[in-house]
């Protein structure tokens, strides 16, 4: 027979799929001879067989349970549903991955209407044994059968205000059998007239299944989401022997860390409560005490915790959380793990650990979760301002940091404000975006949409920009012309001020303080360690001076990806682009690009300087042309004017460039087919502004040219001759040398499937998997976001496949063309340029692809650096 449950002791620290997190430590735990109330494991194929058999628990799995539910009896002397001496039992989840707080937890369970007055007689307190009752009936009800626990609140808040008492603490026995009588009238209601279960055998496979059904739930779902945990992986449930903090002034229960899980400082840091069980210190229904305050009322308890929680740290070679119960003068260890901590406390605490002999440089670098060094990057609010904060509503985290300021509707308005007054701090509020909001939003400190996804114009050119953005805000009525919108039961309008959290989603109400990031020496340590493991090169995408500045200081290796339309949005090109749209004629729209190469080649020359020889990826236009042109009247008329045309014919002229589908339209590299002349004053400004810089400053500089949106060769080998047929007059002209590559962006699944075609044209290849993503599954990032949410309640996706690559359909898409394409060229350089350049996971399917580098935002470097260091390590471990 298959076994589904262990003992502690038949259990080990390597068992973690088979037992979770918890129940893989408990059992090593109890190997170290540590004090851990006995228990056993439901493992983790036990839930999946679960949810395999329509959510029933298997007979041989139920014949298992309570055979170790006999030996647990033995090993305490007491028996489960006793009348008068019986054996309580926690049961709680434990997944593979620690998931704090996102499944559920029973305690007490084992009691009822008899047993508990045998359990007030054998304890000799009969204030203990009905608070441990009602706790019970109240946590049962909550998890297993759903019954809000607000109800029971209520209730509990009642009784105590006709009490006249504080705290739960000061109920007597009597207090405590009103509320059980109560508690149970609330559940006889909420279940259609069922009275509270009496059958401890029942209440435990009650509770066993509701531990399995919490791995469902949205909340759940959401975690795993956002942590890359898979749904099949199910979790483990642990049912072990109570002991209790709520028996007296010699008991108490808490939680500590063997460091500060926000600063990585070395010492111990917890909190704990006396007279108390697990639920009030995570519950806030009173205020702990330090852990310190435990060396006062229990020295000798204090002595021993503090040895143990050492040995644990030196046993796992991490910080550990702990949580541990003192029953009548005796210490209890509950669990331990390897403590959640922040980006800056993880970065010291893997740093010391290598400095203490403890773990190797590369371990260090292992340790490290690389999505979570954003936080150490970006700006974050004030701690003890934040207490003070108002949730107003929370949405997508789509750019992390923080920011507060004033609120405005327009680009304009948040460009106006910032250049009127340097100092001012705007918060940029609109529907959507759009790419003539670029100004505005560089100009912001934050930004908030009510439509958009993780992957949106807004969120993708936010984290571009280091900007702190909020997307897809729901809940927000806007009404854009009035400038004012509601949200949280407030009405805001433009001046009012707001707060935004990009790293956590929360909108706040009003200006709370931010501070800024610093960043200690620690982080460099970290990222020379990951500099040193990984093979993969990490580029950034970058379309500005600034942004390649930044870049470049968080260890970006060069520039992947340079979108050169972002530079003709700003004010004084806008023009110049339009005019060459509208121009009727080949001669008008050279004389508009003539004017616009100025401003192109001083971008590209003010890059390569910023870059010091590194090398950088130029992306030829590429959105379809109606994006640059006017919406408003006003700048339809000031268009018309200084074109010499009349209002009519502008809006036919963008009326005719209305694109059904742009994502399939008029773009990328059918532009150049259909305008060469665009190709040609790309060329003239990349190829003069790499030898001027070059003959300047000295630096050896390879221009690379990429046509997007490639899907055949002999397309890509018609724009590839008007570049090098301008290329090679720019270099005759100049009496220059210079080398230069071509070549393409993928991003069509066709262009993969053909990829060795194509190879025999283009000497690198670039992933852009935003648009590949679209094009294989045939949906729209911007609109996607209105079915994702059913598609992950179905189980249908797991993740959002623009923010974490889909491995199985993109991903194979992708190393075939890898394949495919070296097979012709075998020297074929290829990266990734997509928003999953940025994603750990993603970045790991690169490396096992073979591709050369990956490029992300400026902000992400640093991830991506980790992320492709853990990926190499990982591989040599294997």
Known sequence: MRKWVYKFHEGNADMRELLGGKGANLAEMTNLGMPIPQGFTITTE???????????????????????????????????????????????????????????TILNLGLNDEAVEGFAEKTGNPRFAYDSYRRFIQMFSDVVMEVPKSYFEKIIDEVKTDKKIKYDTELTAEDLKELIARFKQVYREAMDGKEFPQNPQEQLMEAVKAVFRSWNTPRAITYRRMNDIPGDWGTAVNVQTMVFGNKGATSGTGVAFTRNPSTGAKGIYGEYLINAQGEDVVAGVRTPQPITQLEQDMPECYREFIDLAMKLEDHYRDMQDMEFTIEEGKLYFLQTRNGKRTAQAAIRIACDLVDEGKITPQEAVLRIDAKSLDQVLHPTFDTEALKAGEVIGEALPASPGAAAGKIVFTAEDAKRLVKENKKERVILVRLETSPEDIEGMHAAQGILTVRGGMTSHAAVVARGMGTCCVSGCGAIAIDEEAKEFTLGGYTFHEGDFISLDGTTGKIYKGDIQTVEATVSGNFGRIMEWADEFRTLGVRTNADTPADTKKAVELGAEGIGLCRTEHMFFEQDRIPKIRKMILSKTVEGRVAALDELLVFQKADFKAMYEALEGRPMTVRYLDPPLHEFLPTEEEDI??????????????????????????????????????????????????MEAAIEVHVEKGYDIVPEIMIPLVGERKELKFVKDVVVETAEQVKAEKQSDIHYKIGTMIEIPRAALLADEIAQEAEFFSFGTNDLTQMTFGFSRDDAGKFLDSYYKSKIYESDPFARLDQNGVGQLVAMAVQKGRNTRPDLKCGICGEHGGDPSSIAFCHKAGLNYVSCSPFRVPIARIAAAQAALSDTEK
């Open 46 to 104: 036990a839930c999946t067989d679960y949810y395999a058999n329509e959510e029933q628990i298997r007979g041989e799995i139920q014949t298992q349970i309570f055979e170790a539910v006999g030996w647990l009896e033995q090993v305490n002397g007491k028996k489960f549903g006793d009348n008068a001496n019986p054996l309580l039992v926690s049961v709680r989840s434990g997944a593979r991955a620690s998931m704090p707080g996102m499944m559920d």
């Open 637 to 686: 008329k000031a268009l018309a004017e200084d074109m010499h045309m009349t209002v009519e014919e502008i809006k036919e002229t963008c009326a005719a460039l209305h694109e059904f589908n742009p994502m399939m339209g008029h773009r990328g590299c059918r532009l150049a087919v259909t305008y060469p002349e665009i190709a040609r004053m790309q060329t003239r400004a990349v």
